[in-house]
């Protein structure tokens, strides 16, 4: 009976400290990495009582490494104090003691935050915790279970689709042209576009997609982000001109001579030529012969920088000039070329009357 009664309080003790033992705990939260390979981590502390410090290795995989400098948490500056040392399995040994017994701050918590470099895979990383003892007040030891902790590596969002604003361009001489880029999907990882020109001697592009028209001819601006390409072509051409004539031919008479007054908006020389009519021209200076119609075209034929302008035509009613004629058509009468009659012509340019046929003379 006294022998079954102490079996039975040696196994209420252990199942105790069993309970006891299992409420102590070390392990690391998962986590997973920043877009930059970065990833912290958190070494955390789970008791039912004061721990003042603890031992654990550390074992990272390939394609995992420690950055930086370890950091304690919830710790007493001065008094906790933290040793690492690297073991012949390569595992990470960390312990951290106090002198004198001071325990962490609360009964659970993270402790200790361990900087990773993470590489990019496509597969997930296992950081096991082994060997891990919790020391408590009065050097008690408390073992607890190896632990692993899932590091998940940062998982770029890739570019679906790239398009640009246009997929033909034509531009003159000289302009430019901003294009635009649409990257899907928005939160793409990098939406980074470049920019190159198949034929920088034609077109150029900057790196914000400016198209600009250096010289005739044909490029392709191409756009890339990631693996996704788009592009647009562009045509290069001379640059327009008009002419703008805006000049008044009331009352020509005959003999009058105009200076033309039409200009291109290159600024190039406007050309004049007769089409019909008695007229002569010289140095844009047209002289009318006789009343009638006469029809005058202004042009520019371009250069190697100017497309030929449209030409302007214009058409004058010049009359004689005369407003008063003597009813005796027999009297040969004299007239300037302003039609005011003249008795005693000298040196100059008349109009003459006689035998009512009017011709021009000079004298």
């Avoid at 390939?62 to 400098?69: D, M, N, W």
């Avoid at 900087?115 to 990019?120: I, K």
Wanted: with cysteine; aromatic share 6%; hydrophobic share 40%.
């Amino acid at each position: 009976m006294k022998k079954n009664r102490f079996i039975g309080i040696l196994l209420f003790m252990f199942i105790t400290s069993i309970a006891k033992a299992a409420e102590y705990e070390l392990k690391a939260a998962n986590v997973s990495a920043a877009q930059d390979g970065t990833a912290t981590l958190a070494i955390e502390l789970k008791n039912a009582g004061k721990i003042v410090g603890f031992q654990c290795d550390i074992y990272f995989p390939e394609g995992i490494t420690p950055s930086g400098e370890m950091t304690m948490m919830r710790h007493t500056e001065g008094v906790h104090t933290l040793v690492k040392k690297v073991q012949d399995d390569g595992a990470i040994r960390v312990m951290i003691y106090s002198n004198p017994n001071t325990p962490f701050t609360g009964n659970s918590g993270v402790v200790l935050n361990v900087p990773l470099n993470v590489v990019n895979s496509p597969n997930k990383y296992t950081v096991s915790l082994k060997n891990s003892v919790l020391t408590g007040i009065g050097a008690v030891a408390h073992y607890v279970s190896n632990t692993v902790t899932t590091v998940t590596p940062y998982t770029p969002i890739e570019v679906t689709s790239l398009r640009l604003s246009k997929s033909s361009l034509s531009l003159v001489l000289g302009k430019d042209y901003q294009l635009k880029a649409y990257v899907s999907p928005s939160n793409a990882t990098d939406k980074t576009v470049s920019w190159t020109s198949s034929d920088s001697t034609v077109a150029t592009v900057d790196t914000e997609g400016c198209v600009y028209a250096l010289s005739l001819g044909k490029a392709t601006i191409t756009a890339s982000c990631g693996n996704k390409k788009a592009e647009c072509k562009v045509t290069v051409a001379k640059k327009e001109q008009k002419i703008t004539w805006n000049q008044s031919f009331a009352n020509i008479k005959t003999g009058d001579m105009v200076e033309l007054k039409a200009t291109a908006s290159s600024g190039l020389e406007v050309i004049y030529t007769v089409l019909e009519g008695d007229a002569v021209l010289k140095d844009n200076c047209l002289t009318v012969n006789k009343s009638g119609k006469v029809k005058i075209e202004a042009s520019q034929p371009g250069n190697e920088e100017y497309e030929e302008a449209k030409s302007v035509v214009k058409i004058i009613d010049v009359v004689t000039g005369i407003d008063v004629i003597d009813e005796d058509l027999s009297r040969t009468m004299f007239f300037d070329i302003n039609g005011a009659p003249v008795l005693n012509p000298k040196k100059g340019i008349y109009i003459k009357i006689e035998q009512g046929k009017v011709t021009k003379v000079v004298m």
